[in-house]
Structures are given as structure tokens and as C-alpha cells.
């Protein structure tokens, strides 16, 4: 989907016009990939935009960083403070953010540790990544060629620029097939998560998604689904799957940021009922909540004016 440009982009301190927000070529980061990133969305609320579970966010990126080894050169405080301002300076009522943490322009090769941390935050509107209608139509996937990255090779737990080259890979092999997304399994064959989202799997009864251990993120809308799937009274873990499971589970749905909470109507070319109950009831409480419609769970929404 193309970028529809917005009013700013705050870059190191300052809200810049959208066109001039740019980086020189020689740009670290555009070299090796080391920059660390967050996908956060703001929703249409009866109070403004609100931020969903901002500061949250804002946490993971810096321990990404922190895992990379890269110093980001504000406060959690002073990110979040900066992603409002972006959102409100959009007019928009809603839109994706997009904070980045990169090495900058000054230093070439691989030792990061000569090199500046610059600091970006971009906004824009995007619809639902695997389409509006995924929740009732769900959407199709196969299993990937491509592995997800051992804990040794490049850090899952980080959400590193580098790393997603798996990602797309993973995803451009998946709609050159005529699927719509990627479910990437670890090196020891056992699922991890798809290409930019975390999986659950219904088995007897049970939600299951995979740990971290599988090479799968810490999803914080997969810790907002947990929550909410467990106070519908669901019996929800963190457990391994089997590629297997895939092929027999009752139900399976993927959640992101970016996809919010989508069903998935096939692995493999193996039908999956869909949509399921549980991801039905999930993603109407999760709908209501992110746009602060749902008191319990309102602190997870940031007002951003």
C-alpha cells in the first residue's frame, strides 16, 4: 500500500515537513541494517486520537536498542512526548506510527560503537495490513522456506531493521505462491510466528502461542489479546507448536499492530475453520478497546492532545 504523505516527521528534536525529513546516503544503517524500530497505532476515540499502549512501545524499542548495543540519545518520557505531538501535528483521527532509532551519517563499516544515534517518528494512514474484512474472510498461509533466526544469529527478541530481511523473504515468497501471509518455523522445526505477526492455534479447546524461545517477538498486541482472551473466561498459554498443529488446530488467528487481529482460513492448503469463536469474541473486545470503548482496559490507550 503507498505511503500517503502527512503534514510532519519528527527527526532528533524537531517536527520537519514530510520531504525534507531525509538521510544521506551513506547513512549507517541504510548500509547494515542496525536500527531498531516500532510499529504503534493511534485510533479515532469520542476524547481525540489515543495511542495504543504507547509507552509500551516506546519500553520495547529501547530494549532493542539495549540488546544492539545502541544508545538511544533521549528518555522513554521524551519519545512518548515526541510520538504525540507527531500524531496531533497529522490532523489526522487515527494513523500508523512509526519511530525509528538508526546509526546516522559520519562513520562507514561495521564497528557501530564511532557512531551517532539519530531518532525519526513518522505518521501516516494504513488500513488493516492483511485487509479490513481478515477477521471474517481470514487470510491464507503456507509454511515458509525461509527459518526464523536463531537467538545466535540475530536476535528475534530485538526488533532490528536487519532482521526483517528474513521477513520479507518470507512474505514475497508466500504472495508470489498465491498465499497471503508466511508462518516461519525455528531452526528445531517448530513454528515461531509469520512474518509480522504473532500466532495463536485453538487445540482441545485451547488458545496456544508459541514462546519466545521458538524465535517468536513479545508481541504487545499478543499481550493485549492474552489479557483480553483470559478475562472472556478462555483457557490461554504459551506453549510450543508443531507445524502439525497448524493442519488440525479448531481455529488459528495471527495479531500485530500493523494486522491488528486476523483469522486464517488455511495452512498449507489444509482448511481451517474460520472464523472461529474465540477469534471472533477476541476481536470485538479488541476493536472496542483500542479505541477506548471498553473501560477495563482504557489505560491502554494515550490521548495524544
Given at each position: ?5 502527512t ?9 520537519v515537513?514530510?520531504?525534507q ?29 489515543a495511542v495504543?499502549?504507547?509507552?509500551e ?6 530494549r532493542?536498542?539495549h ?20 500524531v496531533?501535528?497529522?490532523?489526522l ?10 546509526y ?9 560503537l ?11 494512514p494504513w ?19 525461509w527459518t526464523?533466526?536463531d ?8 526488533k ?39 500466532i ?10 508459541p514462546p519466545?524461545s ?14 483480553i482472551a ?6 490461554i498459554?504459551?506453549d510450543?507448536?508443531?507445524?502439525s ?9 495471527v ?13 498449507d ?5 474460520c472464523?472461529?469463536?474465540?477469534t ?17 482496559y ?7 492532545g
Open positions: 500500500m503507498p505511503i500517503q504523505p503534514p510532519k516527521i519528527w527527526m532528533n528534536g524537531d517536527l515537513d514530510w520531504h525529513a531525509q538521510v544521506h546516503v551513506l547513512t549507517h544503517t541504510l548500509h547494515y541494517g542496525t536500527g531498531v524500530f516500532e510499529g504503534i497505532r493511534a485510533y479515532d476515540t469520542a476524547d481525540g486520537p495504543f499502549r504507547l509507552t512501545h516506546i519500553e520495547r524499542l529501547f532493542s536498542a540488546i544492539m548495543g545502541m544508545d538511544i540519545p533521549y528518555s522513554v518520557a521524551e519519545l512518548v512526548a515526541a510520538t504525540k505531538a507527531t496531533v501535528s497529522t490532523g483521527p487515527g494513523c500508523y506510527v512509526r519511530p525509528l532509532a538508526y546516522g551519517y559520519g562513520e562507514m563499516g561495521l564497528n557501530t564511532p557512531c551517532t544515534v539519530d531518532v525519526a517518528i513518522a505518521c501516516w488500513g488493516a495490513y492483511l485487509g479490513d474484512d481478515a477477521v471474517e474472510k481470514g487470510v491464507r498461509m503456507k509454511i515458509s522456506s526464523r533466526h537467538h545466535n544469529t540475530m536476535p528475534p527478541a530485538s532490528t531493521v536487519g532482521n526483517y530481511v528474513n521477513s520479507s523473504l518470507a512474505k514475497v515468497e508466500a504472495l508470489k505462491a498465491g498465499y497471503d501471509e508466511a508462518i516461519m518455523l525455528a531452526p528445531n522445526g517448530l513454528v515461531a510466528e509469520c512474518t509480522g505477526e504473532n495463536f492455534a485453538v487445540r482441545n479447546g485451547i488458545i496456544i502461542t519466545m521458538a524465535g517468536a517477538l513479545e508481541g504487545i498486541t499478543q499481550n493485549s489479546v492474552t489479557r483470559k478475562d472472556l473466561g478462555f483457557d498459554r504459551v510450543n507448536l508443531a507445524r498443529d497448524l493442519y488440525i488446530a479448531e481455529e488459528i488467528f495479531c500485530g499492530t500493523a494486522a491488528e487481529i486476523s483469522s486464517v482460513n488455511s495452512v492448503d489444509r482448511e481451517v475453520p472464523p472461529g469463536p474465540m471472533k469474541a477476541i476481536a470485538e473486545v479488541y476493536a472496542r478497546a483500542v479505541r477506548r470503548q471498553e473501560p477495563a482504557t489505560d491502554w490507550c494515550e490521548l495524544a
